[in-house]
């Protein structure tokens, strides 16, 4: 039942907010919707509640062999609460910012989250596709309300972009339905299909470009830095932590799994793919000036490097990128809650305009600090274990992919700590002559967040133990094609 | 028969309206309750119960899948009177007589949903047709209104010579004007079958791809459909083009299967529909005017349409069905809500959505679900298309090109949503016609596209109940 209502709440509190008149309530509202939503997901986490509530099930397009199911494994439920919290922390951190028709804001948000959390319970392929789009629709609405002056655009470019990877999608999805012997869409039913090794080619690419754009991966990816730049921050924030997620998560849950013998012979091209995503991204980063741009491209490296291990196919491998999406959602929240701070406060993103914030502002600098030695995956952030992990599986898949890859490692901290030296330190300039330090509401927002990386990078087990069976499960699929 | 009774004997009643009837405001209503007494008919006659039990079988057969496709058209008519009902009294000065053609046009589209004969597929166009000339020239006093109409009538004319000609083909190479295919002569064969019936099937299906806008004959549409009338280009857009295709489906269902295999049916249909995916959507792109656009994004639509009837199986069946339904209702509405806005470029509906949003938030409904997107009845029309052409099992080629389309549509359909949406501006409207019962019918059509959305057995357990 808990999997019901984690899509329940967000969904109805956010059709709620839309006739809420009065912005302060509809925020409000949020607010103890969103903290609602974690808390139902720490009673499951916490076994405060009987193991049935895991799943739901209940028929609703019998002649076409889909039914409304929902199922949970340990990385969904990781996923689940990277949501909550995420969707917690951007509604505290940004309480006191007045936004422009706060009801339909508030209510788009909410509607986008529950269309996140659809896809990652999502137990049956109709019902997967359904909420993979209806996330799209909420997020393709947001942006083009909340940005700046080019959203428009920039948002459509990313709408269509996502709209032609999950008609590919829907087209294997009706291809898979055929091929099932009981006609069904249950993810179960996939797995069983029989298809031949074209087929199941044709098949891994039509879901697999979907996945790839969502991530995104090079070559899929130019519409993300655009659409990170031009949103509104605290939207970026979502699609930077969350919906990009959901292409790992797609890869992990719904490719994997299904075409096991397409995945291992494809797996060559896709981790070059990814490490060419990572270096050419870390590379770009280097060069930016703009600060949003630079968490941009920084987060398309990180995703490259994961989707890169993910095919690896090793224990480490895998450990790593599911340890590290959770990771890398919070880390990059921290960085874009800090873009937003200092866009809002001193009104300028250029790295150049700005100067010696760390005597002005240093509660703002030290959590900065946090924030960008997780991103460069120092020893004791919890970025870390991840890392460390991903890079000891592509190790064994290849040596010198590996070997190429760790490049990065210095490229991000090039572009990292040359962001932090470049606004904290040094002389200030005119933009940061008068600045103030954060507020109190985005403070607590990144201390919760700088807590959460320092613990995870201190003892990480509860989440190696979370996602145990999930990395075993989806190993021994791919394993037992390989012998 | 039921409904084909009825509108005949409403369409006579329509016509003494004008002499008897004194209250104008009233004549709208009598013809909406004319629709309701049809469409209750031809529930009725779904379930069993019939006016006349006259037997009619060489010419027409009331099958199960034509009565409720005209439950559906039917239904669709009586959205649109009620939608438009301001919009007919302002259009020409014969409103009794507007309605009376309509009904007419119910009298086709009955008999198209029901031939057996060839005869009769002709009848039924014709009847279709000839009201559809007159509703096109109806705003008298507008040039371009009446430009529209003799453009149609003299395409639709040679057009309906064309098919008589393919009908006197396949007369001659059969021996029989039945749509089940008769004796063969042995005037000259191929593969068994013979030429005569070839060129003629050949030449039938040109013609009817003209009635249903599909390109290569789709050149009088964008002219015809922006020239008319609003309310009549919404009628004709929606409602006749989806019978049109209703017509063509039952021919091609009973003739290409089992008669001309060895002609390459399946290569003809695939050009056609890549043909007019292309031309619908590539020119719908650059239209200015949200009216021309939509005439556009019809012929995009009936590319879709026309996989149905490449697939000719159960599938197709069911989505032509579900089609029809989804397509007519959110192409009614949004013209319905365009005759209510006086400038009909996409400047025009600049910031609609801080002037009514009621209109905005219904139109978005519908402008999403012609996208497809999921939780619209949109979504589950393009799904039924799309998985038709696969369970034939081969050309998924075909499939991955409509999809490319489908990415492309979403540019003019979202284009009006930012207008809507995202765009300032103070959109002229035409504030004293924005009744509230004209915009509760617009919720009530967008509940219903989103409920068929979540339900689609809400409309498909009425066909197998």
Not at chain 2, 34 to 41: E, H, K, S
């Amino acid at each position: 039942m808990i999997a019901l209502l984690l899509i329940l709440i967000p969904f109805l509190s956010g059709l709620a907010a839309f006739f809420m008149k009065d912005g302060k309530m509809a925020r409000n509202w949020s607010l103890f919707s969103s903290l609602l939503t974690l808390l139902s997901i720490i009673a499951l986490l916490t076994n405060s509640v009987p193991a049935s509530n895991e799943s739901f099930d209940i028929a609703w397009l019998p002649f076409l062999g889909s039914s409304f199911s929902l199922a949970m494994n340990g990385l969904v439920k990781m996923l689940v609460l990277l949501n909550a919290i995420i969707y917690f922390i951007v509604f505290l951190a940004t309480f006191r910012r007045t936004f422009d028709q706060p009801n339909r804001y508030f209510g788009l948000m909410l509607l986008m989250q529950a269309g996140m959390m659809g896809v990652f319970l999502a137990a049956d392929g109709l019902v997967f596709y359904f909420f993979w789009e209806l996330a799209l629709v909420p997020a393709y609405f947001l942006c083009s309300q909340w940005g700046n002056e080019k959203k428009i655009q920039a948002t459509f470019k990313f709408f269509v972009y996502t709209f032609l990877g999950s008609l590919l999608m829907l087209i294997g999805m009706i291809i898979m339905h055929a091929k099932t012997p009981d006609h069904s869409y249950a993810l179960q039913s996939f797995m069983h299909a029989k298809l031949s090794a074209t087929e199941e080619n044709l098949l891994f690419w039509l879901f697999f470009i979907a996945f790839a754009i969502k991530m995104p991966l090079f070559p899929f990816h130019t519409w993300q830095p655009f659409a990170y730049e031009q949103t509104d921050t605290s939207i970026t924030i979502i699609l930077s932590s969350v919906m990009v997620k959901m292409g790992l998560f797609a890869v992990l849950r719904w490719l994997l799994p299904v075409f096991p013998h397409a995945s291992i012979s494809n797996s060559h091209i896709i981790i070059i793919l990814g490490v060419i995503s990572l270096l050419y991204a870390s590379v770009i980063a280097v060069r930016q000036n703009d600060l949003k741009r630079l968490i941009a491209y920084s987060s398309i490296a990180h995703i490259g490097l994961m989707c890169a291990a993910i095919f690896s196919g090793t224990v480490p491998g895998m450990q790593g990128v599911m340890i590290q999406m959770f990771n890398h959602g919070i880390i990059v929240a921290g960085l874009w809650i800090t873009a937003e701070v200092i866009e809002t406060q001193y009104g300028t993103r250029k790295i150049s305009e700005l100067g010696g914030l760390a005597q002005k502002a240093p509660v703002l600098a030290i959590l900065l600090l946090v924030m960008a030695l997780g991103n460069i995956a120092l020893p004791l952030t919890s970025a870390f274990v991840g890392e460390f992990l991903m890079f000891s599986g592509l190790f064994q898949y290849n040596l010198i992919i590996c070997a190429v890859a760790l490049v990065s490692i210095i490229l991000s901290a090039i572009y990292t700590l040359n962001m932090v030296q470049n606004i904290f330190y040094g002389n200030t300039l005119p933009a940061t002559q008068d600045a103030t330090d954060i507020n109190r509401n985005a403070r607590t927002a990144m201390i919760l967040l700088a807590i959460c990386i320092l613990f995870l990078g201190f003892y990480p087990q509860p989440l190696i133990e979370l996602l145990n069976s999930s990395v075993q499960s989806v190993l021994s699929g791919l394993n037992l094609v390989l012998k | 028969m039921n409904a084909l009774i009825l509108s005949a004997v409403w369409g006579i009643i329509l016509m003494f309206c004008s002499i008897l009837v004194k209250n104008k405001k009233a004549i709208g209503y009598i013809a909406a309750f004319g629709l309701l007494t049809i469409l209750i008919g031809n529930i009725a006659e779904t379930y069993g119960t019939q006016i006349t039990h006259y037997n009619i079988y060489p010419m027409l057969l009331l099958d199960r899948f034509g009565l409720f496709f005209n439950t559906i058209a039917i239904l669709s008519v009586f959205i649109f009177v009620l939608l438009s009902l301001i919009e007919i009294r302002k259009t020409g000065k014969y409103e009794p007589e507007f309605y009376t053609l309509i009904f007419f046009v119910i009298c086709g589209i009955t008999i198209l949903t029901s031939y057996q004969n060839l005869l009769m597929l002709f009848l039924g166009i014709e009847i279709l047709s000839i009201p559809l000339y007159i509703l096109t020239g109806s705003d008298k006093k507008n040039l371009k209104s009446n430009e529209a109409s003799l453009k149609y009538f003299l395409m639709g004319a040679f057009s309906t010579g064309i098919m008589l000609l393919g009908i006197a083909l396949i007369y001659g190479g059969t021996g029989t004007f039945n749509l089940q295919p008769g004796t063969h002569s042995v005037v000259g064969t191929y593969h068994g079958i013979s030429f005569l019936e070839i060129t003629g099937l050949i030449i039938l299906m040109c013609a009817m791809a003209f009635k249903a806008s599909v390109a290569p004959f789709h050149f009088w549409a964008p002219d015809v459909y922006d020239g008319a009338p609003t309310p009549v280009t919404s009628f004709m857009a929606t409602i006749v083009k989806v019978t049109a295709f209703l017509a063509f489906f039952k021919l091609c269902e009973v003739r290409v299967t089992d008669t001309l295999t060895a002609v390459n049916w399946k290569m003809i249909f695939a050009v056609m529909i890549v043909a007019t995916l292309f031309i619908g959507n590539i020119t719908a792109i650059f239209q200015q005017s949200v009216k021309r656009m939509l005439a556009y994004s019809s012929i995009a639509q009936a590319g879709f349409m026309m996989y149905a009837i490449f697939s000719l199986n159960d599938v197709a069946k069911e989505g032509l069905l579900y089609y029809a339904m989804a397509y007519s209702l959110a192409t009614i509405g949004l013209f319905a809500t365009m005759s209510k806005i006086k400038d009909y470029s996409f400047e025009g509906y600049n910031g609609l959505a801080k002037k009514q949003p009621t209109l905005a938030a219904t139109n978005a409904i519908f402008l999403l679900s012609l996208s497809g997107i999921p939780l619209t009845a949109g979504f589950f029309a393009k799904y039924y298309m799309l998985a038709s052409v696969i369970k034939t099992g081969s050309y998924t080629w075909l499939v991955i090109v409509g999809v490319c389309f489908a990415t492309i549509s979403i540019y003019y359909y979202f284009r009006l949503i930012q207008a809507m949406y995202f765009k300032t501006g103070n959109p002229d409207t035409i504030d004293h016609e924005i009744t509230p019962f004209f915009k509760n019918m617009l919720i009530v059509v967008a509940v219903f596209i989103v409920l068929l959305g979540a339900f689609p057995q809400l409309l498909l357990n009425w066909f197998y109940f």
